[in-house]
Nanobody, 123 residues
């Protein structure tokens, strides 16, 4: 069974940087897009960024535009998220996604999801 595995989370000070990575284990899959979502305690899971493989188009939530950069490799089923100038409000658990969620920028329960990696930004 294919699983998505995230890495790269951690604790960083305001203004710092982190790089998240996501790769598939247990096989390969085909998806029109991959991306990242995040969920803070008491809040719903929200779209952060995605990349559509056709044309390599990238999309970002307004809250992260200019600070985060998504990249990936369709053939390898990998996606990365470079996060710069981090703010306390970026603190959340970050989830890798493959499926409709990365196409339509919303949560789809039946998509392929990773277990998440925690990002904490201290003020």
């Amino acid at each position: 069974q294919v699983q998505l595995v995230e890495s790269g989370g951690g604790l960083v000070q305001t203004g710092g940087s982190l790089r998240l990575s996501c790769s598939a284990s247990g096989g390969t899959f085909s998806s029109h897009a991959m991306g990242w979502f995040r969920q803070a305690p008491g809040k719903e899971r929200e779209f952060v960024a995605s990349i559509r493989w056709h044309g390599s188009m990238t999309y970002y939530a307004d809250s992260v535009k200019g600070r985060f950069t998504i990249s990936g490799d369709n053939a390898k089923n990998t996606v990365n998220l470079q996060m710069d100038n981090l703010k306390p409000e970026d603190t959340a658990r970050y989830y890798c996604n493959a499926g409709e969620g990365s196409v339509w920028f919303r949560y789809y329960e039946n998509d392929l999801w990773g277990q998440g990696t925690q990002v904490t930004v201290s003020s």
